[in-house]
């Protein structure tokens, strides 16, 4: 088992800055990924960014390429989101995400974080 806790949520204006942290623990050998994913009000949950568990390399959706970074620190098992130019559409619950397989999409993922709140205001 993997235990995944994200925190770093919170009220942000528009234009700032946010960053988010997940710590995993437990079994983490033999994770591929790790993965951000937000779900909005009344929306459907939706890929935002992916590390490799080495931290070589990193994917992001179109919607936060270029304001959005996430990195990981491998010697404190943290991955972290860096989330700049905030817009009121990135407001969600994030979530933490980890995967052994080499998928990118919601029903590939193995183990998930509680999730943290993101209101961005205009």
């Known amino acids: 088992q993997v235990q995944l806790e994200e925190s770093g949520g919170g009220l942000v204006q528009a234009g700032g800055s946010l960053r988010l942290s997940c710590a995993a623990s437990?079994?983490?050998?033999?994770?591929?990924?790790m993965a951000w994913f937000r779900q909005a009000p009344a929306k459907e949950r939706e890929f935002v960014a992916a590390?490799?568990?080495?931290?070589?390399?990193?994917f992001y959706a179109d919607p936060v390429k270029g304001r959005f970074t996430i990195s990981k620190e491998n010697a404190k098992n943290t991955m972290y989101l860096q989330m700049n130019s905030v817009k009121p559409a990135d407001t969600a619950v994030y979530y933490c995400?980890?995967?052994?397989?080499?998928?990118?999409?919601?029903?590939?993922?193995?183990?998930w974080g509680k999730g943290t709140l993101v209101t961005v205001s205009s």
């Open positions: 437990g079994r983490t050998f033999g994770t591929y990924f």
């Open positions: 590390v490799t568990w080495s931290g070589a390399n990193t």
């Open positions: 995400a980890a995967t052994a397989k080499n998928k990118l999409t919601i029903d590939g993922m193995d183990y």
